[in-house]
């Protein structure tokens, strides 16, 4: 009997389709790939499997049954969720409960796991599993780096040994040597445990998956077939910097039969407001950022410039201080030491006290879930973005142009809950566009986006920044992204190297 | 910011008011029209024995030095005698704090246990058939003035079943604990009172974090049900949610006043409207004040409560 049987399903939104007679099956102990680009149906699909419909989601046709449960009754929900199904969704780290400790949860998770003779000893097999280190069981989400969220919460689906896994996006905060631990990691889950592995990540796919299946505006365009033996692991080791050219999906996959719109949209000049005469200035000059919590230094001397045009990558394991480094940067962090000054001029911590300076360091956030508010559509939040633009002196680009710069013509009447994790990454970057600011410093901002759109969003970055001038801070994990960069630095025990 | 600048800042800014309230007690019971001689003289009294009791009660002196001498003496604790009485008014209250405060704790007991369960039951189910009926509930509620919920519920069992008595006379010399029927009443009414409100803010509190994206992963991997609520939405929202019922509290101590004269309960709030209806002056701003502070003091408590309860200010070790 198949784990999860799913015949012609057919999902509906207010007023479009967004899952399209889907039919797929899934055997015990097999892994299923699920790509495509972003906002192809991707998430909605691993939910359904769940019998989950996100508000305003319908199912319209179809069927699905799960451990021969159907999961849209509630007595088949109870039957397959937390016991026979674990589920990891997108975002894990805004998926942890921040009143409870990471240990905590983890036992939690545990509890459904019937005749268990010593759950401490499991939970902290778990965390080893995901490289999670043990004293990190004892902490609170929020204090946590996001890759350290985002194993632990992985560690989270893998502790009750579920007969299926869903793992939307599983990989895509990790650095490449973590990357190919988690690989490694699910090739190993045995016969026992089944996995629909949605990512866009098409390396990770095509190591770890028997069956890929691509959708695209909802429905199932080819399936890739058995791609190749899962074991033994052969994802390449993380010295091996692969060109932006050779990561384009591999001939395995076929290409996508609808591909998102090319971002041909022309920046004008004027989209945004910083002039050009200002161009041989330093844009951004910070020096001896000192910055922790609590007692932990977690900076420890920081010096960074940014020339205008410029592109400099900030890259480090997983928890080193990146997103910190960032944070104090753009100013919604103070540091306990350190200067910072944008074009010459110092500004202080924290934003709120720069000014019309305040939108001269720009942040677009790792956590696009929780950086969006929920109740706002998309145009009232560029829109707003762009008064803060005017407010400081700065001329705001309009919405469509906005829009058109991402990739995401059309959705400016969306809110965040009806948008994909991609989506949601291109709207934040869209604000942070918005406030035309001087610098623009982006953490993970492609982290779960597929490969094509990652490559286009890049691309804007990089026309942003010839054409006028921005200079561009990419925090990342990925070697891909930082072989944009001008420059690379490593972020390790607290300095930049 | 650290704990001990938190508390310092709140005890400053609750200082600060506390200041602005002695200056808006004194100046309103100022204001109001007539006051003791006329009172204490009765009418046959002629102008010039009205002059002398206003001189030997101290009341011909300038205003602001009466203000002055009044809150120095309230900063030692010592808040004057009584006009009428002659008694300490902090003797007074001594004797009726404690049976006002039993009375809003009971009632705020009360309230919290209800307005916990039903808010939580109809703010997880946000816009369910259960939700609306709750919300239409609660709007009842809190459409009912409360002295017609008093007057109706004193009809109905205190003089058609006669199940409770009507008025809480207390014998001289017992306190209201030893006779629990007294309390059924006044207790009911506060309820009654605050019930709706508190409900509506549990639920407004609970619903964003029941919809956040942790109760949804929780959701999906089994959790449902009491568990879900204990386990995850519940310690998210607890923040709100005390806030909501210190600011509650604080509106029950208010409404104590009207109940307690209702069915003159031997509270403070039952002394306050006997002391403004004798013009007891002294009295008056003793006891408002009084009530402003631990109306401040609850709110205090409230946000020292709200901040502990708030899981990103929490360290998991001092690393």
Redesign the interface.
């Known amino acids: 009997m198949n784990v999860v049987e799913v015949n012609g399903l057919g999902l509906h939104g207010a007023n479009r389709a967004v899952v399209t007679d889907v039919s797929l099956a899934l055997a015990p102990g097999r892994i299923l790939g699920l790509a495509g680009p972003s906002g192809a149906g991707k998430t909605s699909l691993a939910h359904a499997v769940i019998g989950y419909l996100r508000p305003g989601l319908t199912v319209a046709t179809g069927s699905v049954r799960v451990c021969g449960f159907d999961p849209f009754t509630a007595s088949g929900s109870r039957a397959v969720r937390g016991s026979r199904v674990g589920y990891l969704g997108q975002d894990p780290a805004s998926g942890l409960n921040p009143a409870r400790r990471i240990g905590s949860q983890l036992a939690e998770a545990l509890r459904r796991r019937p005749g268990l003779s010593d759950p401490r000893a499991t939970v902290a097999e778990a965390a080893e599993s995901v490289r999670l280190p043990a004293d990190l069981l004892r902490r609170y989400p929020h204090e946590l780096s996001g890759g350290q969220a985002q194993r632990a919460a992985l560690a989270a689906a893998l502790v009750g040994r579920p007969e299926l896994l869903i793992l939307d996006e599983p990989t895509s905060g990790l650095d490449v040597t973590l990357r190919r631990q988690v690989t490694e990691l699910l090739c190993g889950l045995g016969a026992g445990t089944s996995v629909l592995l949605v990512s866009h990540d098409t390396e990770v796919l095509r190591h770890v998956a028997h069956d890929v299946l691509r959708m695209a505006a909802g429905r199932l365009v080819a399936s890739a077939g058995p791609v190749a033996v899962p074991a033994p692991v052969t994802v390449p080791a993380p010295a091996v910097v692969p060109a932006p050219a050779a990561v384009s999906a591999p001939a395995t996959v076929p290409a996508p039969a609808v591909v998102p719109a090319p971002m041909t949209v022309s920046v004008p000049a004027a989209a945004c407001g910083s002039s050009p005469a200002s161009r041989s200035d330093t844009l951004l000059r910070a020096a001896g950022i000192v910055a922790g919590y609590g007692r932990a230094t977690v900076l420890d001397g920081v010096d960074l410039h940014v020339d205008p045009g410029q592109c400099v990558a900030v890259v480090g394991d997983s928890g080193s201080g990146k997103s910190t480094l960032g944070r104090c940067l753009a100013g919604l962090q103070a540091p306990w030491r350190g200067q910072i000054a944008v074009r010459g001029r110092a500004v202080p911590w924290p934003a709120g006290r720069r000014g019309a300076d305040r939108v001269a360091v720009c942040y677009v956030p790792q956590d696009s879930r929780s950086a969006l508010n929920p109740r706002e559509p998309v145009a009232v939040a560029l829109t707003r973005a762009g008064r803060a633009a005017s407010r400081a002196g700065r001329q705001a680009a309009d919405l469509a142009t906005l829009l058109d710069l991402v990739g995401l013509p059309g959705l400016k009447d969306r809110y965040p809950g009806q948008l994909s994790g991609g989506e949601r990454e291109r709207v934040n970057l869209a604000r942070a566009l918005a406030t035309c600011g001087d610098v623009l410093i982006c953490d993970e901002v492609t982290a779960s986006l597929d490969e094509q759109s990652e490559r286009s969003v890049l691309d804007t970055l990089d026309r942003l920044r010839h054409e006028l001038g921005l200079g561009i801070v990419l925090i990342t994990h990925s070697p891909v992204v930082a072989a944009r960069a001008d420059a690379t630095h490593h972020l390790a025990e607290g300095r930049l190297t | 910011m650290s704990w001990l600048r938190f508390v310092a800042g709140r005890l400053a800014v609750g200082a600060l008011t506390l200041v602005t309230l002695s200056l808006s007690v004194f100046w309103a019971t100022e204001g109001l029209p007539g006051d003791v001689v006329g009172v204490l003289s009765g009418t046959d009294a002629t102008a010039a024995e009205r002059v002398r009791l206003r001189e030997s009660l101290g009341l011909d002196r300038p205003a602001a030095q009466r203000y002055l001498d009044w809150v120095s003496g309230a900063a030692r604790g010592d808040l004057g005698e009584s006009l009428v009485t002659g008694r300490s008014v902090g003797d007074v209250l001594a004797e009726r704090v404690t049976n006002s405060l039993g009375l809003v704790a009971i009632a705020i007991t009360v309230i919290a246990v209800i307005a916990v369960t039903v808010g939580t039951l109809s703010g997880m189910r946000a816009g369910t058939r259960l939700d609306r009926f709750v919300s239409t509930g609660v709007g009842g509620l809190i459409a009912l003035p409360d002295f017609l919920v008093a007057a109706l519920l004193l009809t109905v069992f205190a003089s058609v079943l006669r199940l409770v008595p009507g008025v809480s006379l207390v014998p001289v010399g017992d306190t209201p604990w030893q006779h629990p029927q007294v309390l059924v009443l006044p207790v009911v009414s506060l309820v009654i009172g605050g019930l709706g409100a508190a409900t509506r803010l549990l639920r407004a509190s609970i619903i964003p974090v029941a919809?956040?994206?942790?109760v949804?992963?929780?959701?999906?991997?089994?959790?449902?049900g009491i568990g879900l609520a204990l386990?995850?939405v519940l310690?998210?929202a607890?923040g709100p949610a005390v806030q909501a019922l210190a600011v509650m509290t604080a509106g029950l101590v208010g409404g104590s006043i009207v109940v307690e004269t209702l069915f003159t309960f031997p509270g403070v709030g039952h002394e306050l409207s006997q002391a403004v209806a004798s013009r007891d002056v002294t009295m008056v701003q003793g006891l408002a004040l009084a009530l402003g502070a631990v109306t401040l003091v609850v709110l205090l408590a409230g946000d020292l409560a709200a901040r502990a309860l708030d899981?990103?200010t929490?360290?998991?070790?001092?690393?």
């Open positions: 919809a956040g994206p942790y949804e992963q929780a959701r999906l991997n089994g959790a449902r386990r995850h310690p998210n607890a899981p990103t929490r360290r998991s070790v001092p690393r």
